[in-house]
Nanobody, 115 residues
Framework: VQLVESGGGLVQPGGSLRLSCAAS????????MRWYRQAPGKEREFVAR????????NYADSVKGRFTISRDNVKNTVNLQMNSLKPEDTAVYYC?????????WGQGTQVTVSS
């Protein structure tokens, strides 16, 4: 299993970023995918999830209405569109896949929201 995130960077408050996660090594189209984030000095927290066919999505209250998770089951990618970014969104963002009780993580991509 390999998960490779990209798209992070430095953005001003109110700006937007689009994160992508390229997945391989498992049956992506049959798998729920999630995004998590971890800010400095804090525990990793759930951000968003999307079911295998993309029909159901869920979000943390802190990002609801600003972030949108989507997936492409042909390209084996899961994306996170982040709008109206706030300084408190600063974190390393991780793509996640879970199977048979085991968690797989990407290396993470840094998002910094600062003026």
């Amino acid at each position: 299993v390999q998960l490779v995130e990209s798209g992070g960077g430095l953005v001003q408050p109110g700006g937007s970023l689009r994160l992508s996660c390229a997945a391989s090594g498992f049956t992506f189209s049959s798998s729920e995918m999630r995004w998590y984030r971890q800010a400095p000095g804090k525990e990793r927290e759930f951000v968003a999830r999307i079911t295998s066919a993309g029909g159901v999505t869920n979000y943390a209250d802190s990002v609801k209405g600003r972030f949108t998770i989507s997936r492409d089951n042909v390209k084996n990618t899961v994306n996170l569109q982040m709008n109206s970014l706030k300084p408190e969104d600063t974190a390393v963002y991780y793509c996640h896949f879970g199977q048979w009780g085991y968690d797989y993580w990407g290396q993470g991509t840094q998002v910094t929201v600062s003026s």
